[in-house]
Nanobody
Framework: QVQLVESGGGLVQAGGSVRLSCAAS????????MGWYRQTPGKQRELVAA???????NYADSVKGQFTISRDNAKNTVYLQMNSLKPEDTAVYYC?????????????WGQGTQVTVSS
């Protein structure tokens, strides 16, 4: 059974930093892409950042220069370092893994972790 387990969320003051982690298990191999999405009430889930198994990264414009995504393929773990946090970064952050095998693509999601930035 595939599981993505997130950790590292919580309450932080504006200007502070938080590091999220997400460990994938049950896959047997490293996901092609791992990423972070976030969602606030009444809004669609949006991509924050993603990283391929080859370490190519993609960021939402709103977090470029502020957040850094990285991954450890040996541990099937992806990290999101969030710096200079603003109240508008408050959201539930979800880990995602995209797995492409035998012509099929499967997406897996974590349970979400709340990040609250106080002003």
């Amino acid at each position: 059974q595939v599981q993505l387990v997130e950790s590292g969320g919580g309450l932080v003051q504006a200007g502070g930093s938080v590091r999220l982690s997400c460990a994938a298990s049950g896959l047997g191999f490293s996901p092609n892409i791992m990423g972070w999405y976030r969602q606030t009430p009444g809004k669609q889930r949006e991509l924050v950042a993603a990283v391929t198994s080859g370490a190519n990264t993609n960021y939402a414009d709103s977090v470029k220069g502020q957040f850094t995504i990285s991954r450890d393929n040996a541990k099937n773990t992806v990290y999101l370092q969030m710096n200079s946090l603003k109240p508008e970064d408050t959201a539930v952050y979800y880990c995602n893994a995209e797995v492409r095998r035998l012509g099929l693509t499967n997406y897996y999601w974590g349970q979400g972790t709340q990040v609250t930035v106080s002003s």
